[in-house]
């Protein structure tokens, strides 16, 4: 359970923040961070045809998020600053 997500899969180290510190258990408790393949735009319309492709989903959904912050933060700075 303290494998960390790199030991298993390698080639994610960089592509997702802190793999290298990411925990099989951490993953099975969903602490580990990383987004949820289902809340991904036309995830239901349009699922991923395989593992890999559900793997890049998942990838680009955290900078969806993250770029979907932004443009929030900046609404309400809009607003209130």
């Known amino acids: 359970m303290d494998k960390t997500?790199?030991?298993f899969f390698p080639e994610l180290?960089?592509?997702?923040?802190?793999?290298e510190r990411i925990?099989?258990?951490?993953?099975?408790?969903h602490r580990s961070?990383?987004?949820?393949?289902?809340?991904?735009?036309d995830f239901w319309t349009n699922p991923p045809e395989n593992n890999k492709a559900a793997l890049e989903r998942v990838l680009d959904l955290k900078t969806y998020i993250f770029n979907s912050f932004l443009k929030g933060f900046?609404?309400?700075?809009?607003?209130c600053f």
């Open 13 to 19: 180290k960089g592509r997702i923040e802190n793999a």
């Open 5 to 7: 997500l790199v030991d």
């Open 33 to 41: 961070g990383i987004p949820d393949l289902t809340g991904s735009p």
């Open 23 to 29: 925990t099989l258990k951490m993953i099975v408790q």
């Open 74 to 79: 900046n609404f309400i700075k809009s607003f």
